[in-house]
C-alpha cells in the first residue's frame, strides 16, 4: 500500500476531472476568509491544546494566506511543549484523537511531533487498539494526521497490536454502513463522520477497495445533501456537516461545482455562507449566535477551498507547511554527524524496582524512557552487573540514533546474533573496534578504559571536541592514584570524560581494567548526550 499520492493520480484514476475542476469565483471567499482570519486572530490570542480555541485555529490560520506573524505559532508551540512536559507526554489515555489533532496542528507550523519536550507524540498512533477504542473517529484522525507530515507509521513498544496504516485503512473501510456513508454508530450514515472518512481515504485511491468504498459514499452524500445545499446531522442543519463534505471534496480533488452536489442552483459552499454572520464568524446552526467551534471549522474549509481552487498541496498535505526552523534534525551540535538523531521518549515513566535511591537513577530513566538500554527483565535493571561488549554496542548505537548498518567483519559476530546489526552499526561508524582483526568478542565483558574509549568516540560523533593535548591528559589523570595502569591508547579517552564530567571525577581510582557496570554506562552516556544536547 502505497502511503501517499498525488491529487492529479486521484483526479486521473477515479473523477477524470479536467484541471478547470476548481475554476470558480473566489472574491467572496478571499473577502470572507480575510474578515474571519481576522477575527480568529484577534479573538484565539493565546492559542491552547483543545479543539476549540487550539488546534484548528492554529491549522486554518498557518494554511491561509494571511501575514500572522510567527510569533504567534511560536507562542502555541511553547504552550504545546509545556503541556506535553507536565503531563509527562500523556495527552489522553483513551481519546488518541488528543494525540492527532496536536500533530495536524503542529505540522502546518514546520514544528515536528516526534520531539516535543523529548516526547514522540506520533508513537501512540502505533498502537492499533488504543487508537481504534474511540471506533472510526481514531482511525480516521490517525491517517490524517500520519499523512499530513508524509510519516512513517511509528513503532510502539508497549502496543499490543502494532499498528500499520492498512489496518486503518481497512477498519474504516469495514464500518462503511449499508447505505454507502459511515457513522460513529449505528448503520445510517451521517454527512460529518462520511466527509471526514473520505478525507482520510484521499491519498489511497489507487486502492481498489478504497476507490469503491468512495464511490459509494460520494453517492450517499449526493443524496443527503438538501434542497439547499447544506447537510444535516442529527435531524438538524449545521455548518460543520458542510464543513466535512467541503473538505472531502477537496482533499479528493471533486468540485463543488459537480452536478451530483449541486441542488436547486445551491452548492454546499453557497450552504455554508448562510451561515455567516458578516464581519465576524460562522453559526453552527441558523438560530445560533456566533460560535467560536463553527468558525474555526468554517474557516479552514475555507483555506481548503481556496488552497484547491489554486492548485495548491491541499489542506492536509502539509509538504509545504511554513517553516518555523525546530525539527528533529536541528537539535544537537553544529558539529555532529548528519546520521546522529535525538532519541524520543517512547515509554514514559519507565522505571525498575530495584533502582529506587540509587545515585544513577534519573540516568537509567532518562536512556530507559527512550529505549536506549533495556532491564535484565521487565522490572529489574540489575544497576551493578556488567555489560558485555555486544550490549555496549547496541546501547551506543541506538543512543546516537543511528541508522542500522550490517557492515560486520568478525568471525563471531553473525546474522543469527540479536546484536548483528548493532555492532555493524557501531563499526561502521568507527565507535567500537576488534579486539583483533577478526574478533570482536561480543560476549567479553567491557572495561571502564573500554567503555571511555567508545563514549569519547561518540563524543565526537556527536559534535564534540574530544582532542587533549599530552600535558592536558596528564594535568587531568595525575589526580587519580592507578592513572599509570590505564593503557596508552586509552589514557586520552578518560581524560576527556573526566574533565568533561561524563565519567565521576570524584572517585579516588580509575580502575581501567576493571568490568565497568550497568549503571555506569547508563550514567556515562547519558551524560554525553546530555553535553551533546541529545537528550
Keep these: 500500500m502505497k502511503k501517499y499520492i498525488s491529487i492529479l493520480l486521484t483526479l486521473t484514476i477515479l ?11 473566489t472574491s467572496k471567499v478571499d473577502v470572507t476568509l480575510e474578515g474571519v482570519g481576522n477575527y480568529l486572530y484577534e479573538t484565539v490570542k493565546e492559542p491552547a491544546v483543545g479543539s476549540v480555541g487550539g488546534e484548528w485555529a492554529v491549522m486554518g490560520l498557518a494554511r491561509c494566506d494571511m501575514d500572522i506573524p510567527d510569533e504567534y505559532f511560536e507562542n502555541y508551540y511553547q504552550t504545546v511543549t509545556k503541556y506535553v512536559k507536565d503531563s509527562g507526554g500523556v495527552l489522553d489515555n483513551k481519546k488518541y484523537t488528543e494525540y492527532s489533532r496536536v500533530i495536524v496542528a503542529l505540522t502546518s507550523i514546520g514544528k515536528n511531533p516526534a520531539d516535543v519536550a523529548g516526547y514522540n507524540l506520533l508513537i501512540p498512533l502505533g498502537d492499533y487498539e488504543k487508537t481504534v477504542w474511540q471506533g472510526i473517529n481514531g482511525a480516521i484522525w490517525a491517517l490524517i494526521a500520519l499523512d499530513s507530515g508524509n510519516y512513517d507509521m511509528p513503532g510502539n513498544p508497549n502496543a499490543k497490536v502494532q499498528a500499520t496504516r492498512e489496518m486503518y485503512i481497512n477498519h474504516i473501510l469495514e464500518k462503511q454502513t449499508s447505505d454507502g456513508g459511515w457513522a460513529l454508530s449505528g448503520d445510517v450514515a451521517d454527512p460529518d463522520v462520511t466527509g471526514m472518512a473520505l478525507q482520510a481515504l484521499s491519498k489511497y485511491q489507487d486502492n481498489d477497495k478504497v476507490k469503491s468504498a468512495t464511490e459509494k459514499a460520494l453517492n450517499c452524500l449526493s443524496k443527503m445533501q438538501k434542497e439547499n445545499g447544506g447537510f444535516s446531522s442529527y435531524e438538524t442543519e449545521n455548518s460543520e456537516s458542510c464543513v466535512q463534505v467541503l473538505v472531502a471534496l477537496c482533499e479528493l480533488g471533486i468540485s463543488i461545482d459537480d452536478a451530483r452536489f449541486v441542488k436547486n442552483g445551491k452548492s454546499v459552499l453557497d ?45 492536509y498535505d502539509m509538504s509545504d507547511a511554513k517553516n518555523l526552523n525546530v525539527s528533529l534534525d536541528a537539535v544537537g551540535l553544529a558539529g555532529k554527524n548528519a546520521d546522529v538523531k535525538k532519541m524520543s521518549i517512547t515509554s514514559p515513566g519507565k522505571t525498575f524496582a530495584d533502582i529506587v535511591g540509587h545515585k544513577d537513577k534519573t540516568a537509567i530513566e532518562a536512556l530507559a524512557s527512550r529505549g536506549i538500554i533495556n532491564g535484565k527483565t521487565e522490572n529489574s535493571f540489575e544497576p551493578e552487573s556488567t555489560m558485555t561488549r555486544a550490549e555496549f554496542a547496541t546501547i551506543i548505537a541506538r543512543g546516537l540514533g543511528l541508522p542500522q548498518k550490517s557492515n560486520v567483519i568478525f568471525k563471531d559476530v553473525t546474522t543469527n546474533d540479536w546484536f548483528y546489526n548493532y555492532v555493524g552499526t557501531a563499526y561502521s561508524y568507527g565507535i567500537i573496534k576488534g579486539v583483533s582483526e577478526s574478533e570482536f568478542n561480543p560476549n567479553g565483558t567491557i572495561t571502564r578504559e573500554e567503555a571511555a574509549v567508545m563514549v569519547t568516540r561518540a563524543a565526537k560523533l556527536c559534535g564534540m571536541n574530544t582532542e587533549m593535548d599530552t600535558i592536558a591528559v596528564r594535568d587531568s589523570l595525575a589526580q587519580f592514584f592507578d592513572y599509570v595502569k590505564a593503557s596508552d591508547w586509552s589514557q586520552s579517552s578518560l581524560a576527556f570524560c573526566y574533565n568533561e564530567k561524563i565519567m565521576n571525577s570524584s572517585v579516588m581510582d580509575i580502575k581501567p581494567k576493571e568490568a565497568v557496570t550497568r549503571a555506569e554506562i547508563a550514567s556515562m552516556l547519558y551524560n554525553m548526550l546530555s553535553l551533546a544536547k541529545l537528550l
Design 15 to 25: 473523477f477524470s476531472l479536467s484541471s478547470e475542476a476548481f475554476a470558480i469565483d
Design 271 to 315: 450552504n455554508l455562507f448562510t451561515f455567516y454572520d458578516n464581519g465576524k464568524g460562522f453559526r453552527h446552526i441558523h438560530e445560533d449566535s456566533t460560535n467560536l467551534m463553527a468558525t474555526e471549522q468554517c474557516f479552514y474549509a475555507l483555506v481548503a477551498l481556496k488552497r484547491a481552487s489554486e492548485g495548491r498541496n491541499t489542506l
